[in-house]
């Protein structure tokens, strides 16, 4: 319930509030871990459920910038650290929001970690966790396919202004990551649990061993994978997310997610060394209320995402197209995608085409817009339509040629993102048909 201000005991009133739920609270947070081990939808709904101001079944959005104290020395505490929002007491909300923190504690869950911090996008997310964990002078491996935004980042942004390098690799090859490693400069190994748009699953499990062995921190990107898989759980130490994907799935909101210790957490949140207190890559409580109400069925969602994708790439695979899926035999990580996947929750909701040239990628995208209505050509994902793009000229533009080719990423690759609205029989006749004309 809302915490309400007793003007003739505030401080004790508000302690022992929050100490007879401590305890809850505490055990909430064991068991939503324990719980995630086993499917990602225990550990959601074993977290607390916060109630509105008057007793709403959802809780009030708390869209102050600013929060009030009864005592002076209440906010000199707040500042020292000795009281926070673990307690209740909250500052400004470019520090913490109630509402914000709400869905933190849900992304937690999701992902089984100790503590989340949700920002303004995904971005931001990343390259908050980047700065916090690397300083000048310092080295990141990362995988040569990745987002074009996150590649740019790496490859441009952070060596011209941070002094920050990185080597890319194969993350399928894992001596060229070890190779690439330099033990005392290394800070970060950084990948996608599911790499965009070519879809290689990482072995999370021996990646992470290898980069502990070293000293280094293991990043893992899993916005295309949200309950499919769960990169904590086989050793990511930090899991990030642009909650703009399919968590969301309306396209309608940008936001993103740290998920990781609490130790990370708090030092990212740090008054005087931490980048997300810093930088200030706030989300708006507003936002946070309307992601909250969504991820209750984020596994529903995920299964019939996932469920359809699946049956497309087998048809398509009949139909003589080359199709790249994680759940086809034939795929080079099926097997570990298997092994490491929550399989209740598919192999995801992507799949890609590569139809070898743009000029035929674009023809194909025509047919199956303008003439079939089978999706829409647009760049994002996790959307109840089917989302195309032709990722060369699109969310990869931003890495040189050669890049993409040893990213894997011929000209005619069609990233698409498996909606659910209609019938799945009525989308694959659009889809034939389309295919027909081609």
Not at 39 to 54: K, W, Y
Not at 152 to 176: W, Y
């Amino acid at each position: 319930m809302a915490h309400i201000l007793n003007t003739q005991n505030p401080l004790t009133k508000k302690r022992n509030d929050r100490d007879m739920e401590d305890g809850d609270a505490m055990v909430a947070k064991k068991s939503s871990l324990m719980a995630c081990e086993a499917d990602p939808a225990v550990a959601l709904a074993s977290i607390r459920h916060e109630f509105g101001e008057h007793g709403g079944v959802n809780m009030s959005i708390e869209a102050s910038a600013t929060f009030t104290v009864m005592e002076p020395d209440t906010m000199r505490r707040m500042f020292t650290g000795e009281l926070g929002p673990e307690n209740d007491f909250f500052v400004y909300s470019r520090h913490f929001n109630p509402t914000v923190l709400n869905l933190s504690r849900q992304m937690a869950a999701l992902e089984g970690t100790q503590a989340a911090y949700c920002t303004s996008s995904g971005m931001s997310a990343i390259s908050s966790v980047l700065l916090q964990l690397c300083s000048s002078g310092g080295h990141v491996v990362a995988s040569k396919t990745l987002y074009g935004g996150t590649h740019a980042l790496l490859s441009h942004f952070l060596p011209r202004t941070c002094n920050i390098t990185t080597s890319f690799v194969d993350i399928t090859d894992h001596g060229a990551v070890a190779d690439a490693i330099i033990e005392g400069r290394t800070h970060v190994l950084y990948f996608e649990s599911m790499a965009n748009p070519t879809l290689t699953v990482a072995d999370i499990p021996e990646l992470s061993r290898m980069a502990h062995e070293k000293g280094v921190t293991v990043v893992v990107d899993n916005t295309f994978t949200p309950m499919v898989l769960s990169p904590a759980k086989f050793g990511a130490d930090v899991v990030v997310h642009s909650i703009s994907k399919f968590i969301s799935g309306g396209a309608d909101i940008i936001a993103g997610a740290v998920c990781g210790s609490e130790k990370l957490v708090k030092g990212m949140m740090d008054l005087r060394g931490g980048s997300l207190m810093l930088l200030g890559p706030t989300m708006n409580a507003k936002v946070a209320f309307e992601l909250s109400e969504r991820i209750p069925h984020l596994g529903l969602r995920m299964k019939e995402h996932s469920r359809r994708a699946q049956v497309y790439a087998e048809r398509m695979r009949e139909l003589g197209m080359k199709v790249i899926y994680p759940g086809l035999k034939d795929h080079p990580q099926h097997k570990l995608a298997t092994e490491i996947v929550n399989r209740e929750y598919g192999y995801g909701g992507l799949l890609s085409i590569d139809m070898e040239t743009e000029e035929r990628a674009n023809k194909l995208m025509t047919y199956l817009q303008n003439a079939t209505q089978f999706g829409l050509m647009a760049v994002s994902l996790g959307y109840y339509e089917t989302l195309m793009s032709c990722s060369s000229s699109s969310t990869s533009s931003e890495l040189e040629p050669f890049q993409k080719a040893a990213a894997g990423i011929s000209p005619g690759l069609v990233r698409m993102s498996v909606g659910y609205a209609g019938t799945l029989e009525q989308k694959w006749t659009q889809f034939e048909k389309a295919f027909i004309r081609m």
